[in-house]
């Protein structure tokens, strides 16, 4: 039989022989990559978001000439993203910038990234070739393109959650027909190494489609980037425009916000499915109860063993605890010591790491005169072991514990149990306590 093996990516070629040599017949079948059914789909589900600001007066004073790019940082981190400001006709200052969505169901509801389209506090803080400044939000406007129809649409605000970094909108005017819904998939259910696409609008690139791997799951930055943070780590190339765009499993179902990522490493963020309540969303901006009381984010670098804590470990405690004992020092830093003289194993006394609360607002010098914690009798230098029954390591688990706490139908919340450990003259007593959530 004449012929050659032609070998092509992402293909299988069979050959069958059937009867005799004279009557050899090739039959060829060619297996798509299913990825490429997924991708097909779910493009004509997300959408490019063009947001533009009206900000305060006297903006344009900080750059040079009438059109300026710019980055804005978001929130506190080290992150970034483009933006243009501007002077319109009627003289009003701009800023625009974009990032991406997705539609999660037929009443035209977009899924995205806060940062894409919400300033916390109505301020942004800019930055340029003439350095830094900030800036005040006066009005939002939203256009949402939608390049499977080669239409643009005007967007409504529907809500954010601003300390998650997740956020919603609403398509105006358009027919359901016109576009597909990612369904909503389980994050809990992801191993590392899983196959993921990341979807969005890279450098003004629009559907642009990246493929990697679950590289971690329940990432946290330091430091922090979000006052929530439950991020899926992927080498999916994520740009600046990808923001708010979804990153996808095998099954075409989103499972992450795309959020932020490492400048030149393939190291990318998307806010898990499991942290966004959309329930909650579709009703607004999503309310957070309030605790009133801060614990240490992660364990911090020791210079002392376990039973033998350095002058350097007592002094950090102290400054963050106010411990004025001595003796109660060394206990918490043994406490709150995760290994044994070096060895990899857990002491064998504590088999978790606590939760210390650094800031329980209403005591000393703080801001509010009372908080839920200090009504409940918590204090500066206790550990926090569990909330409701669930186990607590650091500060971050504290935070997304009490996140989950619903409010009831009026708005208050039930008492939850609080189990801690106090240390005093020295020796360590678990107690608990209940605690009633509130709005702030």
């Given at each position: 039989m004449k012929g050659a093996y032609r070998f092509a990516t992402l293909a299988v070629i069979a050959i069958f022989l059937?009867?005799?040599?004279?009557?050899?017949?090739?039959?060829?079948?060619?297996?798509?990559?299913?990825?490429?059914?997924?991708?097909?789909?779910?493009?004509?589900?997300?959408?490019?978001?063009?947001?533009?600001?009206?900000?305060?007066?006297?903006?344009?004073?900080?750059?040079?000439?009438?059109v300026t790019r710019c980055e804005i940082r978001i929130k506190d981190s080290e992150f970034t993203m483009p933006a243009i400001l501007y002077k319109s006709a009627d003289g009003d200052q701009k800023l625009k910038f974009g990032g991406s969505g997705a539609f999660i169901d037929k009443d035209g509801h977009i899924l995205t990234a806060a940062?894409?389209?919400?300033?916390?506090?109505?301020?942004?803080?800019?930055?340029?070739?003439?350095?830094?400044?900030?800036?005040?939000?006066?009005?939002?406007?939203?256009?949402?393109?939608?390049?499977?129809?080669?239409?643009?649409?005007?967007?409504?605000?529907?809500?954010?959650?601003?300390?998650?970094?997740?956020?919603?909108?609403?398509?105006?005017?358009?027919?359901?027909?016109?576009?597909?819904?990612?369904?909503?998939?389980?994050?809990?259910?992801?191993?590392?190494?899983?196959?993921?696409?990341?979807?969005?609008?890279?450098?003004?690139?629009?559907?642009?489609?990246?493929?990697?791997?679950?590289?971690?799951?329940?990432?946290?930055?330091?430091?922090?980037?979000?006052?929530?943070?439950?991020?899926?780590?992927?080498?999916?190339?994520?740009?600046?425009?990808?923001?708010?765009?979804?990153?996808?499993?095998?099954?075409?179902?989103?499972?992450?916000?795309?959020?932020a990522a490492i400048p030149g490493r393939s190291i990318g963020f998307a806010v898990s499915m499991d942290l966004i309540d959309l329930n909650a969303l579709r009703k607004g901006d999503v309310i957070t109860p309030w605790f009133g009381a801060e614990a240490l984010l992660d364990q911090f670098p020791r210079r002392g063993k376990y039973k033998k804590p350095g002058i350097h470990d007592l002094s950090f405690l102290y400054d963050q605890t106010g411990l004025e004992d001595a003796q109660s020092l060394m206990t918490l830093a043994d406490l709150s010591y995760y290994f044994r003289d070096g060895n990899s194993e857990k002491p064998v006394d504590f088999e978790n790491k606590w939760a210390i609360l650094t800031v329980v607002e209403g005591t000393n010098k703080a801001k509010y005169q009372s908080s839920p914690a200090k009504d409940a009798g918590l204090t500066k230098g206790d550990l926090i072991i569990k909330v409701n029954g669930i186990r607590i390591r650091d500060g971050m688990d504290l935070r997304l514990a009490l996140r989950h706490i619903a409010p009831e139908k009026d708005g208050s919340y039930k008492p939850i149990e609080i189990r801690y450990i106090r240390v005093i003259d020295g020796e360590a007593k678990e107690n608990g306590c209940l605690v009633t959530l509130k709005n702030k």
């Open positions: 059937i009867g005799s040599p004279a009557f050899a017949q090739e039959v060829v079948l060619v297996a798509s990559d299913p990825f490429a059914n997924i991708v097909d789909k779910s493009i004509e589900a997300t959408v490019d978001i063009e947001t533009t600001l009206t900000v305060q007066s006297g903006a344009m004073s900080f750059v040079s000439g009438e940062h894409v389209i919400k300033a916390e506090n109505d301020e942004l803080e800019l930055g340029s070739l003439f350095g830094s400044f900030k800036v005040k939000v006066l009005d939002y406007e939203y256009w949402v393109v939608l390049r499977s129809q080669n239409r643009q649409y005007l967007a409504e605000y529907v809500g954010a959650c601003v300390g998650a970094d997740y956020a919603m909108l609403r398509a105006k005017g358009i027919n359901p027909d016109d576009y597909k819904v990612i369904p909503i998939g389980k994050p809990g259910d992801l191993k590392i190494g899983d196959p993921v696409i990341a979807i969005g609008t890279p450098f003004g690139l629009s559907g642009t489609v990246t493929r990697g791997i679950v590289s971690q799951l329940h990432v946290r930055l330091k430091p922090a980037m979000n006052y929530y943070e439950d991020f899926i780590q992927t080498d999916a190339a994520i740009n600046p425009g990808n923001s708010g765009g979804p990153l996808l499993n095998s099954r075409g179902e989103i499972i992450g916000v795309n959020t």
